[in-house]
C-alpha cells in the first residue's frame, strides 16, 4: 500500500513529526511519501521552486498513492489534497485509491467541551465538520498514532484480499 503523508510542514518541529511519523509508518510495512523529503520542490536554497511546481509534484504523488493520511490541521494544502484523493476514491477509481484517513493528534481534541466555558475559554478543540464529516465518511479520523496505523492496516487487508 502506497500512503501520501500530508500535513502542516513548515516548522522544525513539524518537518521532525512528518520524517519520524513517515519513518514509523514504513516501518510497518508501508511505502510512503511525504513532501518533507522531495528536495525537488522543498529545497530552500532554490529559486526555481514555483507554486505550480509544488502543485504538479505533489499532485503527481498523491495519483499514485492509494491512501492519504490527513494530518488534520488548518492547514489549506493538506486539506486540498485531502478533498483531492476523497475525489479520486469517490469518483474516479475506487478500487485504485481507497481514501483518506484522518491524523487528529491535537491534545485539545481530548478535552470535554465546557458549557460553561465559552469561546477562547473552552479549552475543547473544533475541526471544521464538513472536514470531519469528510474524514468520518472516509476511511475515518483517530486521535492516537497507532489507532490510526491499525486502521491503516484494516485498510490493507480489506484490499488485499487479507481479512
Not at 71 to 96: F, N
Not at 105 to 111: A, K, N, P, Q, V
Not at 117 to 142: E, M, P
Request: hydrophobic letters at 40%.
Amino acid at each position: 500500500m502506497r500512503i501520501y503523508l500530508g500535513g502542516p510542514m513548515f516548522t522544525a518541529a513539524e518537518v521532525a513529526h512528518n520524517l519520524r511519523l513517515a519513518a514509523r509508518l514504513r516501518q510497518e510495512g508501508f511505502s510512503v511519501y511525504t513532501p518533507n523529503e522531495n528536495a525537488s520542490i522543498n529545497d530552500k536554497s532554490r529559486t526555481d521552486i514555483t507554486p505550480e511546481r509544488v502543485y504538479d509534484a505533489d499532485i503527481r504523488e498523491l495519483e499514485v498513492a492509494n491512501v492519504f493520511v490527513c494530518q488534520v490541521a488548518e492547514d489549506s494544502g493538506t486539506m486540498w489534497e485531502a478533498g483531492y484523493m476523497d475525489c479520486l476514491s469517490k469518483h474516479v477509481d475506487r478500487e485504485r485509491y481507497w481514501g483518506v484517513i484522518g491524523f487528529a493528534s491535537d491534545i485539545r481534541l481530548r478535552t470535554n467541551p465546557n458549557p460553561l466555558r465559552t469561546g477562547i475559554d473552552n479549552q475543547a478543540l473544533h475541526i471544521n465538520a464538513f472536514i470531519s464529516g469528510g474524514l468520518k465518511c472516509s476511511l475515518g479520523v483517530y486521535l492516537d498514532e497507532d489507532a490510526m496505523i491499525d486502521a491503516l492496516h484494516r485498510v490493507h487487508a480489506s484490499h488485499s484480499g487479507d481479512e
